[in-house]
């Protein structure tokens, strides 16, 4: 079963897994130098009001992505 679905739709509070990191580049660089590489395990804590950017904690720190950027990684949703 295939649930996977884009980091820009996850809800606040769901705990995910990045599956690929499509994005090309210095765009593909940068998001792969900040840790978001496949297999990370991200938790979404937040998002601002107009939904962008999107803040995650991973490993031992938070980071925040614009849509534009969380657009190019495809995440699984785990398990508690």
């Known amino acids: 079963m295939n649930n996977s679905i884009c980091l820009r739709n996850a809800k606040v509070n769901q705990k995910l897994k990045i599956l690929t990191v499509n994005a090309e580049g210095e765009l593909g660089r940068r998001?792969?130098?900040?840790?978001?590489?496949?297999?990370?395990?991200?938790?979404?804590?937040?998002?601002?009001?107009?939904?962008?950017?999107?803040?995650?904690?991973l490993r031992d720190f938070t980071l925040t992505l614009r849509n534009s950027e969380a657009d190019n990684i495809t995440v699984t949703p785990q398990e508690d």
Do not use: S
């Open 31 to 57: 998001i792969r130098d900040m840790g978001l590489i496949p297999g990370t395990e991200v938790h979404v804590i937040g998002k601002a009001p107009l939904k962008d950017p999107v803040a995650l904690r």
